[in-house]
């Protein structure tokens, strides 16, 4: 499925983090073009660490480009604002 794709592509894009006090969840809403292309990226919701808040933002635009939007699942639409539970573990 293209969220199994989307999710897949976040991992390979995350960085080992130093510290991780608790886990922690720093969703980020981003607007994405249809070939994937991340046009904006925020955080939607605070996880408590500035750090980690941080890092939930520049995954998003590291991993640029996404895997694009498939006609089937999103028809019509040429760009699409999608929010992402970026989560950290120890």
């Not at 605070?46 to 991993?63: H, I, Q, T």
Request: no cysteine; glycine share 8%; aromatic share 4%.
């Amino acid at each position: 499925t293209w969220r199994g794709r989307l999710l897949a592509h976040l991992v390979r894009h995350t960085r080992p983090l130093d510290r991780v006090r608790r886990p922690a969840t720093g969703p980020v809403t981003s607007a994405i073009d249809r070939a994937g292309r991340v046009l904006s990226a925020r955080l939607a919701r605070g996880s408590g660490d500035p750090k980690l808040d941080a890092e939930a933002v520049d995954l998003v635009n590291r991993s640029n480009p996404l895997p694009a939007l498939p006609e089937d699942v999103f028809p019509g639409q040429g760009r699409i604002s999608l929010t992402l539970p970026i989560g950290f573990t120890r």
